[in-house]
């Protein structure tokens, strides 16, 4: 089965669980994988996703490619990835579903896992939660039930810690999404807000024994400034730049909450204007039976007054959980700050 690319966000400002934390560097875990966790080769497609970003992407572009592997039992084993390929709007001839075929079609011929699980993506700064993964991953989930998105954080990356999340659609999104009921009536008939439209699944690396004798072998063969780059005290301008992202989504917010305000009001107005026009008519018709004359004829009073159109809430609701992310970032990024500032007064105390 074969899905067109999911759309791709030409900068962050045209652009989105359950109690999981980011792995932090490749993982060396056994060969026990719990149920539910999301199993995946490190030396392979972890690297593959890597070295994709490191060829083709380019500040703020994105990324994107072709998960592969197979379902056990209930856990979904990641073996293989490849990436979608960057073209232009020239290349009219291109097409992206035989290019998927073709290259499904030769892994299989090699004895490789060659079926959908999913796709991954690349983010700056976190910025990956908005409508367009939410239609491709509903596209993928609503297809192969244990499909997932995962998200290769380059920046955070860059800094010493390996950021690398997978997520699903939760099952109360996925019916919302099934009926396009996205009124602020079927939302809150649903209960659902920011914080349940993404499930965070969790995340096991396995390596072979062979990738681990080499991880050994180039840890111990690294200087030992690569050692210490990890100390270093100035934020960059990490910080800053993710401040000045969440100030930009509080503004999208903003805007969206005095659209609905705006929206609230009109209602009002309206049922205002409905109530004065049905007295209204009832005098008259009172005052018609008092002189013996027939009532005025009923009038459907939901054609004279049609309410005005409810502004789309599934976009707030994307921008709510941006921002959370945003916010979720910089705290995590604070702390490790502030871990090493005291961690240098206290060595500075010692001298």
């Known amino acids: ?78 073996t293989n990835c490849f990436p979608f390929p960057q073209h232009t709007e020239d290349d009219a001839d291109f097409d992206e579903v035989q290019y998927q075929m073709e290259m499904m079609r030769s892994l299989r011929h090699v004895n490789i896992d060659h079926l959908h699980v999913g796709w991954y993506q690349s983010t700056y700064y976190g910025s990956f939660v908005s409508r367009a993964l939410l239609d491709s991953q509903f596209s993928y989930q609503h297809a192969i039930e244990e499909s997932v998105v995962l998200i290769y954080d380059p920046i955070k990356t860059a800094q010493g810690s390996l ?22 009536e079927g939302l809150k008939k649903a209960n659902i807000g920011f914080e349940h439209m993404f499930e965070e699944v969790p995340i096991l690396i396995k390596n072979s024994h062979l990738i681990n004798a080499l991880m050994w072998d ?18 960059s301008n990490h910080l800053e730049k993710s401040l000045q992202l969440l100030m930009d989504r509080v503004d999208d917010m903003s805007q969206d909450i005095v659209k609905y305000n705006t929206y ?28 013996g004359e027939p009532p005025l004829p009923e009038e459907d009073t939901s054609k004279m007054f049609k309410p005005p159109q409810p502004p789309p809430r599934m976009d707030t609701l994307l921008i709510a959980g941006q921002i959370n992310n945003y916010c979720q970032n910089v705290k995590e990024f604070t702390s490790q700050n502030l871990g090493k500032l005291f961690m240098a007064e206290a060595l500075q105390g010692h001298n």
């Open 1 to 78: 089965m074969c899905w067109k690319r999911p759309q791709r966000h030409a900068s962050v400002d045209s652009s989105l669980g359950s109690g999981l934390t980011d792995i932090q560097g490749p993982v060396l875990q056994g060969d026990a994988v719990t149920p539910g966790e999301l199993l995946t080769e490190a030396h392979q497609v972890l690297l593959k996703i890597i070295k994709h970003y490191q060829e083709e992407g380019q500040g703020s572009e994105v990324v994107q490619g072709v998960l592969l592997g197979l379902v056990v039992e209930d856990r979904l084993e990641i």
């Open 218 to 235: 180039l840890e111990d063969k690294s200087t030992v400034a690569d050692k210490h780059e990890l100390l270093n005290l100035s934020s």
């Open 264 to 291: 609230s009001r009109n209602q009002s107005k309206q049922q205002q204007q409905k109530h004065q026009y049905v007295q209204r008519r009832q005098q008259e018709n009172t005052q018609r039976q008092s002189r």
């Open 163 to 184: 950021s690398l999340k997978a997520y699903r659609l939760t099952p109360k999104l996925m019916e919302i999404c099934k009926e396009k009921d996205f009124t602020p």
